[in-house]
Nanobody
Framework: QVQLVESGGGLVQAGGSLRLSCVAS????????VGWFRQAPGKEGEFVAS????????NYAESVAGRFTISRTNSRNTVYLQMNSLKSEDTAIYYC?????????????????WGQGTHVTVSS
């Protein structure tokens, strides 16, 4: 497994933007797909976005499509989540996860490495 560390969370007003980063370390990150998931207070966790190793294939939840963009820089072992037009309902802890089989799925069970999460709070 790789170790994943998220950063970039914080407090932002509705309509604002944040960029989250997920940095991998440890064993090789080669061929890993990465997904972002989130968990809001009192709610179940949900899929946000995923990106395959190549960076060509991406997938988004309907609730964030058109507002969030996932990207990666493999030379830096880093995956980003650009979040624009933030809404209060985007408030959650955001986690990045790695899938060594490069499936880029929206099923959390397919991810075998998880970060500790970063808090995002959107004030209305």
């Amino acid at each position: 497994q790789v170790q994943l560390v998220e950063s970039g969370g914080g407090l932002v007003q509705a309509g604002g933007s944040l960029r989250l980063s997920c940095v991998a370390s440890g064993r090789t990150f080669n061929n890993y797909a990465v997904g972002w998931f989130r968990q809001a207070p009192g709610k179940e966790g949900e899929f946000v976005a995923s990106i395959a190793w190549s960076g060509v294939r991406t997938n988004y939840a309907e609730s964030v499509a058109g507002r969030f963009t996932i990207s990666r820089t493999n030379s830096r072992n880093t995956v980003y989540l650009q979040m624009n037009s933030l809404k209060s309902e985007d408030t959650a802890i955001y986690y990045c996860a790695g899938d060594r089989f490069n499936r880029g799925s929206d099923f959390r069970e397919r991810y075998d490495s998880w970060g500790q999460g970063t808090h995002v709070t959107v004030s209305s």
